[in-house]
């Protein structure tokens, strides 16, 4: 049963098949690239460059999902499209405003998770 | 049957995805596996390469951050244009028809949804043809020794045959140099014969 609200190891555990520094490598990679690429996304915002942020959610989706962060998968999805489609554009920044607060909520959890896995 | 190494390339622009693709085809013991970021690296190395990849696993929309890096169906095409024989696994992160429909078209062996069993579909894939891939090495060292066995055949039964016509071989008809001479005796238009060996007066 997992403690947390915001992530769900499942995933990442069954790909790990046992191996805790995989599982290491991973949370390090996604909390390092994940802050990054929504910075970026936000700077993309002023330059109107939406294809990037479109290319950006592509690539964050699969990492949202192996953290088992559903939601987050479903507003990359939706980002990606408005993205690279150029549809909807005034809807962007709301959403990466959105993704950027639910990321701090979850990078406590995933922090902790790391913890946990590097003391064992 | 006999047992074969699997030379897998994985091209995928996504580190965390690459990581995981890696970890987990590395659990079979007789894949190889090396990774590339982009398209062109992958192309580059594998015409590089003595050993040719027996399988590329391409993400299809390789060019995600980067919009100047060739996308994952123009490396499909590429790997085909140059002969690479590499079979194509094509990945993507969502679910459509069109990307399917055009992976298959330009020979893609298989058009795979990132999702949660993508890993597990892309490992039965390589398996699947790892199994033909040697079956076919298999059927073609076959069809060599086959062709180089009816060749024999055919040059022994070439020479056989020719010594078959050849009745002197066997000693049945003496050959030539063997043979007496015969001594053709010169005939008299008189109608007597006349001794060959005689003194012309």
């Given at each position: 049963?997992?403690?947390?609200?915001?992530i769900?190891m499942?995933?990442l555990n069954?790909l790990a098949?046992?191996s805790n520094d995989f599982m290491i490598e991973m949370l390090e990679s996604f909390t390092k690239t994940t802050p990054e690429s929504?910075?970026?996304?936000?700077?993309?915002?002023?330059?109107?460059?939406?294809?990037?942020?479109?290319?950006?959610?592509?690539?964050l989706?699969t990492s949202y999902?192996f953290m088992?962060m559903?939601?987050?998968?479903?507003?990359?999805?939706?980002?990606?499209?408005?993205?690279?489609?150029?549809?909807?554009?005034?809807?962007?920044?709301?959403?990466?405003?959105?993704?950027?607060?639910?990321y701090?909520?979850a990078e406590k959890e995933l922090l902790l998770e790391l913890d946990k896995l590097k003391n064992d | 049957?006999?047992?074969?190494?699997?030379?897998?390339?994985?091209?995928?622009?996504d580190d965390m995805y690459l990581k995981t693709?890696v970890h987990?085809?590395?659990?079979?013991?007789?894949?190889?596996?090396?990774?590339?970021?982009?398209?062109?690296?992958?192309?580059?190395?594998?015409?590089?390469?003595?050993?040719?990849?027996?399988?590329?696993?391409?993400?299809?929309?390789?060019?995600?951050?980067?919009?100047?890096?060739?996308?994952?169906?123009?490396?499909?095409?590429?790997?085909?244009?140059?002969?690479?024989?590499?079979?194509?696994?094509?990945?993507?992160?969502?679910?459509?028809?069109?990307?399917?429909?055009?992976?298959?078209?330009?020979?893609?062996?298989?058009?795979?949804?990132?999702?949660?069993?993508?890993?597990?579909?892309?490992?039965?894939?390589?398996?699947?043809?790892?199994?033909?891939?040697?079956?076919?090495?298999?059927?073609?060292?076959?069809?060599?020794?086959?062709?180089?066995?009816?060749?024999?055949?055919?040059?022994?039964?070439?020479?056989?045959?020719?010594?078959?016509?050849?009745?002197?071989?066997?000693?049945?008809?003496?050959?030539?140099?063997?043979?007496?001479?015969?001594?053709?005796?010169?005939?008299?238009?008189?109608?007597?014969?006349?001794?060959?060996?005689?003194?012309?007066?």
């Amino acid at each position: 049963m997992s403690d947390y609200k915001h992530i769900d190891m499942t995933y990442l555990n069954d790909l790990a098949m046992g191996s805790n520094d995989f599982m290491i490598e991973m949370l390090e990679s996604f909390t390092k690239t994940t802050p990054e690429s929504i910075k970026t996304m936000k700077e993309s915002i002023a330059t109107e460059d939406w294809k990037t942020i479109g290319g950006l959610a592509h690539k964050l989706k699969t990492s949202y999902s192996f953290m088992g962060m559903d939601n987050m998968v479903t507003l990359s999805k939706t980002l990606q499209n408005f993205g690279l489609e150029g549809e909807n554009l005034d809807e962007i920044p709301n959403m990466i405003n959105e993704m950027h607060e639910e990321y701090f909520k979850a990078e406590k959890e995933l922090l902790l998770e790391l913890d946990k896995l590097k003391n064992d | 049957m006999a047992s074969k190494r699997t030379l897998i390339f994985l091209v995928d622009d996504d580190d965390m995805y690459l990581k995981t693709a890696v970890h987990t085809l590395s659990q079979n013991r007789s894949f190889d596996i090396k990774q590339f970021t982009s398209g062109e690296a992958a192309i580059e190395a594998a015409k590089a390469s003595k050993k040719k990849p027996d399988v590329m696993v391409l993400d299809y929309f390789l060019n995600s951050e980067n919009s100047d890096a060739i996308s994952g169906l123009e490396i499909l095409k590429k790997v085909k244009e140059e002969k690479l024989h590499a079979e194509i696994i094509m990945l993507s992160g969502q679910e459509n028809i069109d990307v399917a429909v055009n992976s298959v078209k330009y020979g893609a062996y298989d058009y795979v949804v990132k999702n949660k069993s993508a890993f597990i579909r892309v490992q039965n894939d390589i398996k699947r043809i790892a199994i033909h891939k040697i079956k076919e090495d298999e059927t073609k060292k076959l069809r060599k020794f086959v062709t180089s066995l009816l060749t024999l055949v055919a040059v022994i039964c070439g020479i056989a045959g020719t010594l078959f016509l050849d009745p002197t071989f066997f000693g049945l008809i003496p050959s030539d140099d063997k043979a007496p001479k015969e001594v053709v005796q010169p005939v008299d238009t008189s109608g007597t014969v006349t001794d060959s060996l005689a003194v012309p007066k």
